[in-house]
C-alpha cells in the first residue's frame, strides 16, 4: 500500500506586502506497507500468521490504524482465501500499525502470496516438510562459532584461554578453558549463554531426536561418527562448561571483556595480553 499524504501549505496576504508568506506546514508522511512471515514455510494443518506492519519516513504526527484488507492468492493469481478485514493493533520497532493477517483456511501445499491493495508479501510456502533440514541448518553456526578446534577455518584459535584475575590467591595463573563458542560477534566467551544453547540442543534431541541428522563428526568436520550432530555440538558445550566448573567451589564466568571490540581479527590471527572479567585471554 504505499499512501501519500497530502502537503498543505497555507498562504495568507500581509497587508502592505504584495507577496505571500507561509504560516503553516502539514508535513508529509510517506506510509509504506510490507509483509512478513514465516521464510521457511507453513505446516499444512498448522496455524498461519503473518504480520503486516506500516513503516511511515516521520514521527510527526498521530498515525491512525485504519482496518486493512487482505486476500490470499496462488501464484496464477487465483484467490484461494477470499479478503478479510482485520483492525490495526499497536506499534512495533520501526512499524507504527501493525496487523496480524490469519490465513490457516489455506491448507494445500503449494507457493502462494498474501495481497493487499498494491502490496504483495514474498512468496508463501506451505509443505509438510517445511521444516526438514531446520535443525541441523542452526548447527551448522554453532560449529562456526567455535572456539579451540574450529572447523569452519579448519585450524585451531584461542588456545591459550585463559588467566585467572580477581581471585583472592589465583589472580595470575592460567589454566586451561579453551573450547566452547564466541558468543554473537565477538570473541568473548560467556557461561550462562553457553549453558543456555547447550540446554536448548539436549532438549530438541530430547522431544525430537529424529530432526537431527548425522553428518558431522565430533570435532566438526563433514562425515558421520554414528553421533547425531546435536548430542555431538552439546557435548562440546559440556566439555568447555566443565573446564569453566573446575571444581565444586570455583566458578568461572566470562573469558575477555569489551576491549575484543577495539579492533576486528579473525580468529586465527587474534591476539591479546592484558586480563579482564574472570578470567582473561592471555595467547600467542
Partial sequence: MPVRLRTTLTLVPIVGLTTFMPVSIRRTFVRTLVIRLNQLGYLPGAPKTAVACVIAD???GPV???????????????VVQT???????A?????VATYRLNFSSVRTPGRYRIVSGDTQSPVVRIDARAYAGAADTLLYYMRQQRSGYNPTLRDSVHTRDGIIVDHPTRSGEFIDVSGGWADAADYLQYVTTSATATYVMLKARLDFPRAFADGFAANGLAGPNGTDDALDEARHGLEWLLRMFPDD???FNQLADDRDHTYFDLPTTDSADWM?????RHYE
Fill in 58 to 60: 516521520s514521527s510527526h
Fill in 64 to 78: 491512525v490504524a485504519a482496518p486493512l484488507t487482505f486476500d490470499v492468492r496462488d501464484t496464477a493469481g487465483h
Fill in 83 to 89: 479478503a478479510c478485514t482485520v483492525q490495526g493493533a
Fill in 91 to 95: 506499534p512495533f520497532g520501526p512499524c
Fill in 249 to 251: 567451589s570455583t566458578m
Fill in 276 to 280: 579482564g572479567a574472570d578470567t582473561a
